[in-house]
Nanobody, 116 residues
Framework: QVQLVESGGGLVQPGGSLRLSCAVSGSIFEIYDMAWYRQTPGNVREFVALISRGSGGTKNYRDSVKGRFTISRDNTKNTVYLQMNSLKPEDTAVYYC????????WGQGTQVTVSS
């Protein structure tokens, strides 16, 4: 059974930074493209960032986070990261990681709250 465990969220002021981590267990990790998603109450889960399989040479971001967020991966630790800088209140959400479709069962996510 694949398990995804996200961590690193918290309360941060606008302009601040957070680094999210997502540890994957129960599956080969490096062969999959991995992504971060986020969801706010009453809304669908939305794509945030993607990193390609293997060395992660290809990265894509939703327009609203380009230049502020950086996705990375460590295949030796089966972990994907999301470095978030210059955070804005509209970044407030629960953040999840997963592979690209077909996806594994979702983890519990990690709450990010950007507020003064």
């Amino acid at each position: 059974q694949v398990q995804l465990v996200e961590s690193g969220g918290g309360l941060v002021q606008p302009g601040g930074s957070l680094r999210l981590s997502c540890a994957v267990s129960g599956s080969i990790f490096e062969i999959y493209d991995m992504a971060w998603y986020r969801q706010t109450p009453g809304n669908v889960r939305e794509f945030v960032a993607l990193i390609s399989r293997g060395s992660g040479g290809t990265k894509n971001y939703r327009d609203s986070v380009k230049g502020r967020f950086t996705i990375s991966r460590d295949n030796t630790k089966n972990t994907v990261y999301l470095q978030m800088n210059s955070l804005k209140p509209e970044d407030t959400a629960v953040y999840y990681c997963n592979k690209i479709s077909p996806q594994w069962p979702w983890g519990q996510g990690t709450q990010v709250t950007v507020s003064s």
